[in-house]
């Protein structure tokens, strides 16, 4: 079924990406474009490798992730030429012979080592733009290619073709499978660890596998933005689990955060489910012609009046913010592109020409400052943290007598909520990729 809808998609995807190529040829004077897999990296002074990923441009070509030592080579008006490597080699499983609905697509030559590649790229490298961290397989041949190239790429990646978000809605599925599992062993009083493997093995994929580094932090840890440490050992109750980890399709990421309390964890459960109904507003403004820092700055406006619901900060709420004391609860932004990257390239541009524009003074850490238009992707991530230097901080400011520090106190031991999911903007209604993958699991 899934497969059928992806060979249906796929040729218009490949159109859509080479007129973008087209142009981006175009823009910078050249007539090819190179675009390698890359190469597993080696470990210093070891002969092991870290874990493989191809290169993002190559990705979007291609549903191949672990590629390495292959090429696209795109000149516009031909038909795309993949380099593939597939050495003989009784070590390691060799990638397979190239199969599925794409292949009719590419005229593919198989080379066994990797620096043969090289007899079959643009003849003159001064006519090409190159892809891809090449130097390892053909040395000094290749020029750094022109940033125009890049960033005129970059900005249309951010519009997702029928069959990236085909791939994202499988990369939700899985990773809601992946959620569901971790929950219930969170219930069960697993540790950390446990809710990793709970995780991976409902994901079905491994560690390397997934699109980023799971967060997985219960109680107080909850509070550490990227925890990435996974304890062994249950704590002695676990009142609380924040839990950030995605799957990925070919390539193509999800990107899922959810919190979940005890059922005896009354004030902090009553605060989830207000985050939830500020989470799911702002997913409802996913829609074209939302200025993205528009959208971060109403997050914290929002966010102000749960703290004042909650008897937390004894504030009106756009004080609060004008102040930034919601700063001190919510220090990062509210979300990112994501596609072939867990947090996408060209957040800032403003235009393909690479004007950008950058992120309000108040909120460096917003990654996403663009204008949502019909075909983007975006996250939605609130969150409301009890962050100790955060906090030491705030308690040194005169707005700390309107702070109910009591009442922080003791929800310090829960740690943080963030409430993630991914949102495709269309001409009309948000697309919920991650409530619909959910949903879909009932
Ligand atoms: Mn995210």
């Known amino acids: ?19 973008h190529c087209d142009a981006a040829l175009e823009t910078v004077g050249r007539d ?13 002074r070891d002969d092991l490798h870290y874990p493989f990923v191809a290169h993002p441009s190559f990705r979007q070509w291609l549903p191949l992730p672990d590629a390495p030592g292959s090429w696209i080579v795109y000149t516009p008006g031909h038909k795309p030429l993949l380099i593939f490597l597939q050495p003989r080699d009784y070590w390691h499983v060799v990638p397979d012979e190239p199969d599925g609905y794409w292949v009719e697509h590419f005229d593919i030559r198989i080379i066994r080592e990797a620096d043969q590649a090289r007899a079959l790229l643009p003849k003159d490298p001064s006519r090409c733009a190159i892809l891809g961290q090449a130097r390892d397989a053909i040395g000094d041949f290749i020029p750094d290619p022109p940033q125009a190239l890049i960033d005129h790429l970059d900005y249309q990646r951010a519009f997702k ?6 791939r994202m809605r499988e990369a939700s599925l899985l990773g809601a499978r992946g959620h569901r599992a971790a929950e219930a062993a969170f219930r069960a009083g697993e540790s950390e660890f446990g809710i990793h493997m709970a995780f991976q093995h409902a994901a079905g994929q491994t560690e390397s596998e997934l699109p980023y580094g799971s967060i997985i932090g219960l109680n107080e840890h909850g509070a550490v933005l990227h925890y ?10 676990g009142h ?3 839990i950030d980890a995605g799957a990925q399709s070919a390539g193509y990421a999800s990107d899922i955060t959810r919190t979940y309390a005890a059922p005896d964890a009354g004030d902090f459960q009553a605060l989830i489910d ?8 702002l997913c409802g403004k996913v829609r074209a012609g939302q200025d993205y820092r528009a959208l971060h700055l109403e997050a914290h ?10 008897g937390l900060v004894d504030m009106s709420p756009q004080a609060m913010v004008d102040r930034r004391v919601t700063s001190a609860f919510f220090p990062h932004g509210l979300g990112h592109l994501i596609g072939l990257q867990v947090h996408d390239v060209g957040g800032f541009l403003r235009d393909p020409q690479g004007g950008t524009q950058a992120a309000p003074g108040d909120h460096p850490f917003l990654r996403l400052t663009r204008t949502l238009e019909a075909g983007m992707v975006v996250t939605i991530e609130p969150g409301l943290y009890f962050i100790d230097m955060l906090l030491d901080e705030l308690r040194q400011r005169p707005e700390a007598r309107h702070v109910a520090w009591e009442r922080i106190e003791a929800l310090r031991g829960f740690g943080g909520i963030r409430i993630e999911d991914d949102v495709a ?6 697309e919920n990729m991650t409530r619909d993958a959910f949903a879909a699991l009932a």
């Open 1 to 19: 079924m899934l497969e059928q809808d992806l060979a249906q998609a796929y040729p218009l995807h490949l159109a859509s990406l080479r007129q």
């Open 32 to 44: 090819h474009l190179a675009v390698a897999a890359g190469h597993p990296i080696t470990r210093y």
């Open 161 to 166: 073709t029928d069959y990236e978000r085909l």
């Open 228 to 237: 990435m440490h996974f304890d062994r050992t249950p704590p002695r109750q």
């Open 240 to 242: 609380s689990l924040l």
């Open 274 to 281: 207000s985050m939830e109904q500020l989470q799911q507003t």
């Open 301 to 310: 406006r929002l966010l102000a009046g749960v703290l004042h619901a909650h």
């Open 425 to 430: 903007c269309t001409d009309g209604d948000p």
